[in-house]
């Protein structure tokens, strides 16, 4: 099982990205997904997540009002459109699967595995 992020890059303060992560090896449209961010020297934090049906998003207050997260179940998939761009964005993204059976969005790390590769968002003013 493997989970890939794509997507980021340098971009200026109040710019957007689109950030994608793939899984592959197993499917997982019967479980929530998240994404989660670590900027340098600091502890990964939870940036957001939504169900296994798309019905339901959670957001970090960091974050809300400019980020929205959706899923494609039949291409395993995640993303994470993210608008007007802070210099505190700047962090490596990551997504994992929350492997509670079609729970609720949560930003609690414990029940999420399958970290995947991240993939880094440099915001510049």
């Known amino acids: 099982v493997q989970l890939q992020a794509f997507g980021g890059g340098l971009v200026q303060a109040g710019g957007s990205l689109r950030l994608s992560c793939v899984a592959s090896?197993?499917?997982?449209?019967?479980?929530?997904m998240g994404w989660f961010r670590q900027a340098p020297g600091k502890e990964r934090e939870f940036v957001a997540a939504?169900?296994?049906?798309?019905?339901?998003?959670l957001y970090a207050d960091s974050v809300k009002g400019r980020t929205t997260i959706s899923r494609d179940r039949a291409k395993n998939t995640v993303y994470l459109q993210m608008n007007v761009l802070k210099l505190e964005d700047t962090a490596v993204y990551s997504c994992?699967?929350?492997?509670?059976?079609?729970?609720?969005?949560?930003?609690?790390?414990?029940?999420?595995?399958?970290w995947g590769q991240g993939t880094l968002v440099t915001v510049s003013s």
């Open positions: 994992a699967v929350d492997m509670r059976y079609r729970s609720p969005p949560r930003g609690d790390t414990t029940t999420y595995r399958y």
């Open positions: 090896g197993r499917t997982f449209s019967n479980f929530a």
């Open positions: 939504i169900t296994w049906n798309g019905d339901s998003t």
